[in-house]
Every structure is written in C-alpha cells, then in structure tokens.
C-alpha cells in the first residue's frame, strides 16, 4: 500500500527571522505556516523574497513593525516565518494515491474552522474513522501548531492534511476526480441521513459563525444538516464533524 510520507515531529513550531534566513527555510524546502512580512518594506532582497514567495504559491500577512517586535526582540529585518511542524500534501497528489489502494475516497474539507482545538479535535475523530485527508485553505484557517497538534492526540502527524489556496477550485477537482460534496449546513431541509456516503465523497464543515462559504454551498452536490430537536439549536463544530463523518462510517459498514 503506498504511503504518504510523514513529517518530522517537533514539540513546537520554528520560527526563522530575517530575509535571507527565510529564503534560505523556503529553498531547503521548509513547509511555512505563517509568514509576517512588516508593512511597506522594500529593497532588493524583499524583492527577491517576494519572487519566491509568488513561484511557490506562499502567502504572507503585511503587519505593522510593532507587531513584530512583539514576537521577538531579534533583529527581524522585516520579516518573521513560522515553520509548520507538519509536511502538507497536495489533494491532486492524495487523491490518485486513494484510488490505486482500491479505497474508495472519504474526504473532509474545512472552510474556516479558525479554532486550532477544534482542528486538533476534528483531526482525531477523522485519523480514527480513517478519512484519507483533510483539506484546508491556505489563508483564514487556524494555525497548525502544538495546540492543534496536542488536541489532534497527534493524528496531525498521521492523516494527510491539504494546504491549498482556493477551496472552490478544489471542490471542482474533487467533483472531476468523481468524489461528490458533501456541504454541512442548516440552509437545507435535508438531513445528513439523505445522502448516500458509500460513494467518494468529501464532507465539507464551515465555522460556526459564518458556516460554508456561498461558493462552495452553490456548486455542492448535496447539502445536508444535522438534526436538532433540543431548545439549543447548534452543535461545536468538531462534534458535527464526528456526527456526519461516522454516518458515513455507518453506512460503508452497515
């Protein structure tokens, strides 16, 4: 059975401090989390960080100086990158790879679970019903970090977990791979018993406060919600994931 290749585990994230020092991280392949780059910065070698940050698809914060000098005392330059203590996979990579074990497809895809211990909880309950990959975007998720990793009871380090800039083109190259998605979420009347899960699919969760994102929920080929039938009408969203994900399980074991 092909593996995914596993990162390296740290007790907390690196962080590297100046231009060239971040330069260097990227070249030799470091995997960066975040990236704080101080307003209005310029020069040649911001210049050429910036080239590479476009070639590699990386995005970066534009922050005041103070703030960076709230993260450290060190002389910055500008310039401050959290290295991710895991190695994210690619989903065109991921998916091939599922299909050729002869698996068929369970995907979960968060869009805008902010919260690091609800990623961390999310990432458990996904590693131990044995989703294939997570997938979040690169831009307004929350941090991987040793939080997440802690409240993942390390399943961050075991389950494939897809970094990419644009949830929606994803959902389109999910539905051309023949995966169908899944969209939870109260702006429907059906419920999550409706769809049929023993098919590839992949699960699409939203935050709490602001749930899916209109694009995704318009090209959705189905959407589902939870039931409720209390006086509190909303679930944390790490426990939505867990109910809609062993529904799935229910229904390939059944």
Known sequence: ???????????????????????????????????FVQRGLGG?????LKTLLLDRGISYQ???????????KKNHQGVIAVI????????????????EQGKVPLILMLDGITDVRNLGAIARTAACAGVDAIIVPSKGSAEINPDAIK???GALYKIAVCRHESLA?????????????????????????KPDFTVPTAIVMGAEDTGISDNIIRHADYLAKIP?????ASLNVSVSAGVIIY???????K
């Open 1 to 35: 059975m092909r593996q995914f290749s596993k990162p390296v585990k740290r007790e907390s994230n690196q962080m590297v401090f100046g231009i060239r020092a971040v330069i260097e991280a990227i070249d030799s392949g470091k995997e960066i989390e975040s990236l």
């Open 44 to 48: 040649e070698l911001f210049k050429e």
């Open 62 to 72: 534009q922050v005041p100086v103070e703030k960076l000098d709230r993260i450290t």
């Open 84 to 99: 991710s203590p895991i190695i994210y996979q690619k989903i065109e990579d991921v998916i091939p790879a599922i299909y």
């Open 151 to 153: 409240t993942s009871a």
């Open 169 to 193: 083109h994803i959902t389109k190259f999910l539905q051309e791979s023949g995966l169908q998605v899944v969209a939870c979420t109260e702006k429907t009347d059906d419920t999550i018993y």
């Open 228 to 232: 409720m039938f209390g006086d509190i």
């Open 247 to 253: 529904e799935a399980i229910r229904q390939r074991f």
